[in-house]
């Protein structure tokens, strides 16, 4: 089993940053793929990011692709979402989620074996 906290969510003006972190516990963090999705009222989870578990190989939704960035810590056993350049549409509850398959990048819901409660980020215009 793998725990997962997410925090960083927040209030936020169009245009601003915000970071968020994932934090591991319980298996080693490096052995798994790490993915961040997303989602908003009466929406579906949505994919955004996607590393693996070296943090060499990344992969974005188009919808975030060159605003947000993902990276990992494994000795903090730490994972990060950088979002800049927030839109309104960003608005959404935030997940992060860790896959068994650490070599590869997933970007379904049902590829992930873990689970984080999600942080709330808000994007006002």
């Known amino acids: 089993q793998v725990q997962l906290v997410e925090s960083g969510g927040g209030l936020v003006q169009a245009g601003g940053s915000l970071r968020l972190s994932c934090a591991a516990s319980?298996?080693?963090?490096?052995?798994?793929?790490m993915g961040w999705f997303r989602q908003a009222p009466g929406k579906e989870r949505e994919f955004v990011a996607a590393?693996?578990?070296?943090?060499?190989?990344?992969y974005y939704a188009d919808s975030v692709k060159g605003r947000f960035i993902i990276s990992r810590d494994n000795a903090k056993n730490t994972g990060y979402l950088q979002m800049s350049g927030l839109k309104p549409e960003d608005t959404a509850v935030y997940y992060c989620?860790?896959?068994?398959?650490?070599?590869?990048?997933?970007?379904?819901?049902?590829?992930?074996?873990?689970w984080g409660q999600g942080t709330q980020v808000t994007v006002s215009s």
């Open positions: 590393v693996t578990w070296s943090g060499r190989n990344t």
């Open positions: 319980g298996r080693t963090f490096s052995n798994y793929a």
């Open positions: 989620a860790a896959s068994g398959t650490r070599h590869f990048i997933r970007v379904g819901v049902n590829e992930y074996d873990f």
